[in-house]
């Protein structure tokens, strides 16, 4: 049974620092396309970033870019995403997600961790 299991989240200001995990168990990582993703309320679910097999390749949300950094450690089936100088706009719901392709696309992802919450005040 695959299992992927976020944590990190939580409530920081404007500008702070927070350090996502995503713990993957049931799969090899290193089959699989790894990606963060967020919803905030009331919006669509956007990939916020996305990192390869080997991590070769990194991708980010224009947003996103400069302030969080996407790693994978396959031997400790865990991938993470520190995000610094967080911004009131990255509060969300955010997920972590496996891919057998290379892509930014939802619909692409087949496995999906439960979320957790990040907000940032203002």
């Known amino acids: 049974q695959v299992q992927l299991v976020e944590s990190g989240g939580g409530l920081v200001q404007t500008g702070g620092s927070l350090r996502l995990s995503c713990a993957a168990s049931?799969?090899?990582?290193?089959?699989?396309?790894m990606g963060w993703f967020r919803q905030a309320p009331g919006k669509e679910r956007d990939i916020v970033a996305s990192?390869?097999?080997?991590?070769?390749?990194?991708y980010y949300r224009d947003s996103v870019k400069g302030r969080f950094t996407i790693d994978r450690d396959n031997n400790a089936n865990t991938v993470w995403l520190q995000m610094n100088s967080l911004k009131p706009e990255d509060t969300a719901v955010y997920y972590c997600?496996?891919?057998?392709?290379?892509?930014?696309?939802?619909?692409?992802?087949?496995?999906w961790g439960q979320g957790t919450q990040v907000t940032v005040s203002s």
């Open positions: 049931g799969l090899a990582l290193s089959d699989y396309v």
């Open positions: 990192i390869s097999w080997s991590s070769t390749r990194t």
């Open positions: 997600a496996a891919s057998k392709a290379l892509s930014s696309r939802t619909y692409d992802y087949v496995h």
